[in-house]
């Protein structure tokens, strides 16, 4: 499917640029090359740099108007013991606290975003990332939403991540600027167990419309309302034990057939449902 990096010619939020910006965090899954390749020659963006370290990466891909840093989601074993790790920590950035497994992983990464921030000279900065890269996204907006005023963060799928007192931090001081999409049951939204949501929730329903109203509000919420029959407990205890027990072979799409919410998940789910919204 075509990519226009106009779509984030805007100083807010719109289906438009959330596709462009599903399309780069299912893109950060490819690996560098893929990156390089599909954003120079396919996308036109001016520049294009690939982070990596430990178990985090992505890129960064500038033009003259635009500063977009996507955040590789879960695809390893290791990256998913993180996401179900829920070991909570002082964050200042948050003003509370948050799951030590992604803070862990976005240190590793710290210093090339703070490099791509530095050169940033006005140009808008959009932030974005599915599944652990939602939670990174979340982590480098926190740092730098003071510095970069018109920031904007758009995630797919991310985890919970926050204690309550850190979640109304980020929905007071951050607010609308950050857009949570979430596809029905999506059952990384819902996990791990015990921990807040923030942002303005865009929630699609199993037919790919938005549930609840158009209005921008970010509130901090318990992962997500009406769950499967599998409880979150239940089905966190599932994926850890596959995880840990399968190391390297663990893939989350075996899983679709004993988890709920699963399907809903991946990067196409998403891109199907913001594809007919953003009427390209």
């Known amino acids: 499917m075509a990519f226009d990096k106009s779509w984030?010619?805007?100083?807010?939020?719109?289906?438009?640029?959330?596709?462009?910006?599903?399309?780069?965090?299912?893109?950060?899954?490819?690996?560098?090359?893929?990156?390089?390749?599909?954003?120079?020659?396919?996308?036109?963006?001016?520049?294009?740099a690939f982070f990596e370290a430990g178990n985090a990466e992505g890129f960064v891909a500038e033009d003259a108007a635009n500063m977009m840093i996507a955040f590789r989601g879960s695809s390893e074993a290791d990256d998913w013991a993180k996401n179900l790790d829920g070991a909570w920590v002082p964050a200042p950035e948050f003003h509370g606290r948050a799951h030590k497994g992604f803070l862990d992983t976005y240190a590793f990464v710290e210093q090339d975003i703070a490099a791509a921030v530095a050169r940033l000279n006005g140009r808008r900065l959009w932030l974005t990332g599915h599944s652990l890269g939602g939670a990174l996204g979340l982590i480098a907006m926190a740092r730098y939403h003071a510095q970069v005023p018109g920031a904007r963060l758009v995630t797919f799928g991310q985890p919970a991540?926050?204690?309550?007192?850190?979640?109304?931090?980020?929905?007071?001081?951050?607010?609308?600027?950050?857009?949570?999409?979430?596809?029905?049951?999506?059952?990384?939204?819902?996990?791990?167990p015990g921990h807040f949501h923030t942002g303005w929730k865009?929630?699609?329903?199993?037919?790919?419309?938005?549930?609840?109203?158009?209005?921008?509000?970010a509130a901090a919420d318990m992962p997500e309302e009406n769950p499967p029959a599998d409880t979150d407990a239940e089905t966190h205890g599932k994926l850890a034990g596959a995880a840990r027990t399968r190391g390297a072979r663990f893939d989350p799409s075996s899983a679709l057939g004993?988890?709920?919410?699963?399907?809903?998940?991946?990067t196409s789910a998403y891109i199907t449902c913001i594809r007919a919204l953003a009427g390209v």
């Not at 004993?258 to 991946?266: D, K, L, R, S, T």
């Open 161 to 192: 991540m926050l204690n309550y007192t850190a979640a109304q931090w980020v929905a007071q001081e951050i607010g609308a600027r950050y857009v949570r999409v979430v596809n029905h049951i999506d059952i990384v939204s819902r996990l791990p």
């Open 258 to 266: 004993w988890i709920p919410g699963v399907p809903e998940h991946a």
């Open 202 to 217: 865009r929630h699609f329903d199993a037919d790919g419309n938005l549930r609840g109203g158009a209005s921008p509000i």
């Open 8 to 48: 984030l010619d805007s100083n807010q939020f719109d289906w438009k640029a959330a596709l462009a910006l599903i399309m780069a965090s299912d893109l950060a899954y490819g690996g560098r090359q893929t990156v390089e390749l599909t954003a120079k020659l396919f996308w036109k963006v001016d520049s294009v």
